[in-house]
Each structure stands twice: as C-alpha cells, then as structure tokens.
C-alpha cells in the first residue's frame, strides 16, 4: 500500500469506526478509492485494477455508467424527494419491477436489500400471525434481528445457535429456525417440530453469500408445495439473483413462483435501491393499502433511485445490448478457463457458479450444501483472490466470496485474467497451498 491511500485509510480510521462504513469493506489492506468507470477501479495512488468484486454485485452495467448517470442527473433538476403522494418516477419504476419478475401482482421500493427483507418478514408475520421464520444455513439477508444468523459458520456452529452480531434478542434469534440449503428432508423436520407456526421461510434461490450452491429444482419445488400446505409465506430473496441471471431472476430462471421477492443491488447499477414485491393479497396488507402492516422510510421512492432503477432495467431489456447472452458467455469463458488450469496442474477445483458470477471452490467432490462447503480450502481460496489482486484483477479476498462479471467487462479482460490466473495456481501448487483439503464433514 503506497502513501495516499493509507493516507486517506488512516484518516479514515479515526473519525469512522474501523475505517469503513460496512464491516466487510475491512479486508486487512487500507485501501482508499478515486475512480470507477466500466470494469475498473482505481486506487488513491492510481493503480487500476480490473474489477470482480462489483461493490458486493450493485454494479451491472459497470461502473458510472453513462445511461444511468444521465438518466439520474436529468431526473434531479426537476425533482428530488416530496415525500408525498406519488410521482411518475415512481409509478415508471414500478411498472418495469412488476413486468419484469414473474411472481409479482404489486411492488414497494425501499433503500436498501436489508430493509427489503425486513418488510417482507413483517409482512409475513403480520399477514399469518405465526412467530417463526425458517432460514438456511449459508443464505444472508441483510442486516435485520430477525435473520442476521447463521451465514458463514464455523463447523462448531454451522446448524446451531450463530447470530452475527451482539445486541439481537434471543427472542429474535430464538424465533429464526436454521434448515440446510438442497435438504429438504431438513425442512420437513422443521414443520414437523413447528406446525402452524412458521409464517415464511426465506432463501437466496441460488445462496451466493457462499458463493454459488445451485439449487436442486425438485428441492425449489418442495419448498413451494410445503409452504403452501402449511400456509406459510414462501419468501425469495433476489437481491442478488434478480435482475442478474434473468430480468425476472432467478424464478424466471427456475419457474417456481414465491409469495414474496426481494431485490436490490444491481438494479440500482450502484445507486441504493431495492424493493419488495409480491402478490396482490400479501402486499395489500401494508398500512397505506388499509392492512396492518408499518409502512415507512423518508428516502424511499426518491428520484435519483428511482430514475437509475429505470435506466438499469430499461438497458437490461434492449435486445441491442444483449445484457444476459454477454455476460453469460464471459462468464462460461471465465469458469471453463480457470478449470482447464487447475485441472492441469492437478489442483482439486470446481470453478462454478451461474451467468456473470463465478467461484473458484478449491475441494474435491460435489458441492450441494453448506456441509460440503465445510470441505472448502479456505486458505487457497483466500490466498487465490488476494494474488489475483497483486495481478491486477480485484477478487474480494475472502473465502467463499463470489466474483462478479459486468456489461463493461470484456472478452480481453476475461483472457488477461485467464492468463494471470495461469500463474498463480500454478505457483500455488508448487507451495503445497492445495494440499490442506480438509476432511469430509
Ligand atoms: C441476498 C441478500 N439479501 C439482502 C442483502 C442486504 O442488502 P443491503 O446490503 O442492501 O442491505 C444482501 C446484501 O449483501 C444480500 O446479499
């Protein structure tokens, strides 16, 4: 780290708690940002790197995109935030959500992914009056009590007792029932334990907090046939998937249609914007619509939002821009590439992942669950992303972290990258980094 950035960093650090305003921008290096634009990044003293971390996956399009950007600065000389009635922004933005994911008759707009699954479980347990919500083992939701358990888990903890923080109630994490990802007997015993009690059960339909564990269909399906046996609440959270493996997400992808949706991220190509959408009967539950459920938040529906949620989206669906058939190819560019070099040197590796995201999990044997994630070698899988970072191409260097490819991204990028990696695995191997595989859990 050369002397601006750990200049800005250490600034940083006295007057903003650990430097950062979210706790896993913390990752042991001080860096400090000047520019974005397209797929790169560059640091306070000027070195660019080609990105794949994606702010966490916001970034679609690729950074300050230029449709996005205009779109947002026309929007706010007319208009900011009246914090009334409606606006056309708002309707607009509205429209495009509800046609684009399948599952949905009516849409709320909040600020943030966290606020969207907070709203979808109140109203879940409004709407039902029961108590619990059901949660997978790997899956992230955001930052509210009611789901901030239970991500990524040490072995001791995995399936048990592991909220992420201090501070939550029991009652909160007590009230959150902990299944495995692709088990549905797992489910089953669950409901079994707790008839009439579950109001929703909430999943990443593809959980890439852990990267990439591709869903069973028939296990989709079980999990919509046993929620509405038991009158539960089937909750997608699409704030990663949707609008990033298809314009509808990853219910388009699958065709099982949950009760609720959740989204954010990429919609936004970077601007804070998520939402919430569901059926008609769910969501005129909410307070404005005459239901029970609170409704709020000052910030929701302003203009800069909405207009980048319409810009984003509108670029998703031009057929010109081929949004989905780019980044799918670079994307199986990407995981053929780097498979093809582990398999070489022998190295044990399942580059996987779906579209635009791509893992590199260093095991043997397949990967269905967080059981088998526990195989993982996080050491390599750390020590990979962090020197694909001296290479050049910005991997977040943290086991089970997921990469994400943008619009911006291109064939060229994908084949330096595909080259850097040719000399880090190799070099890896030679050091014995992948002989550490961990047993069978
Ligand atoms: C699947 C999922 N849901 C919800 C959230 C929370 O979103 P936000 O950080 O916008 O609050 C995240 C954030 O990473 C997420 O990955």
């Not at 970072?389 to 972290?401: E, N, V």
Request: net charge negative.
């Amino acid at each position: 780290m050369t002397s601006v950035s750990r200049r800005l960093a250490e600034a940083a650090e006295r007057i903003i708690p650990g430097g950062v305003n979210s706790a896993t921008r913390s990752i042991g290096s001080p860096w400090a940002w000047k520019s974005a634009h397209g797929a790169t990044i560059t640091d306070m003293d000027g070195v660019a790197y080609t990105d794949y971390h994606a702010a966490f996956g916001a970034i679609l399009l690729g950074h300050t995109d230029e449709r996005v950007n205009d779109a947002v600065t026309r929007a706010i000389a007319d208009i900011d935030l009246v914090g009334l009635g409606t606006t056309e922004l708002e309707v607009q933005a509205a429209q495009l959500m509800v046609d684009a994911i399948p599952s949905a008759d009516m849409v709320i707009t909040t600020m943030s992914g966290s606020e969207a699954t907070f709203q979808a479980v109140r109203l879940a347990r409004g709407t039902t009056s029961r108590p619990y919500i059901l949660k997978f083992q790997g899956c992230f939701h955001g930052s509210y009590d009611a789901l901030a358990r239970n991500v990524i888990s040490t072995p001791d903890r995995a399936w048990r007792r592991d909220p992420n923080s201090s501070g939550i109630l029991d009652d909160a994490v007590d009230h959150t029932l902990i299944a495995e990802f692709n088990d549905f007997a797992s489910v089953e015993e669950l409901f079994a334990q707790y008839p009439d009690q579950i109001a929703a059960v909430i999943l990443e339909p593809v959980p890439h907090n852990v990267g990439a564990l591709l869903p069973e269909l028939s296990f989709l399906q079980g999990l919509r046939d046993i929620t509405r046996a038991h009158g539960s609440v089937l909750i997608f959270d699409e704030v990663i998937t949707g609008f990033r493996h298809a314009l509808g997400g990853y219910q388009e992808v699958c065709g099982v249609m949950p009760d609720l949706t959740t989204f954010g991220k990429a919609m936004g190509n970077g601007f804070p914007v998520a939402g919430l959408a569901g059926t008609a009967e769910l969501m005129t539950n909410f307070t404005p619509a005459g239901g029970s459920v609170m409704l709020a938040g000052t910030f929701n529906g302003n203009a800069a939002s909405m207009a980048a949620a319409i810009a984003t989206i509108t670029v998703l669906k031009d057929p010109a821009v081929d949004f989905y058939g780019h980044v799918y190819r670079l994307g199986d560019r990407m995981r053929t590439g780097l498979q093809a070099i582990a398999d070489e040197h022998g190295i044990a590796a399942r580059m996987t992942g779906l579209g635009s995201v791509f893992i590199p999990y260093f095991l043997d044997g397949e990967v269905r669950g967080y059981r088998d994630l526990l195989r993982n070698n996080d050491v390599a899988y750390a020590t990979f992303h962090r020197r694909m970072i001296d290479k050049g191409s910005f991997m977040y260097p943290m086991a089970l972290k997921r990469n994400h490819i943008s619009l911006a991204h291109t064939e060229a990028d994908i084949d330096r990258t595909l080259a850097q990696a040719a000399d880090v695995l190799p070099a890896m191997a030679r050091e014995g980094l992948f002989e550490t595989a961990k047993a069978a859990v």
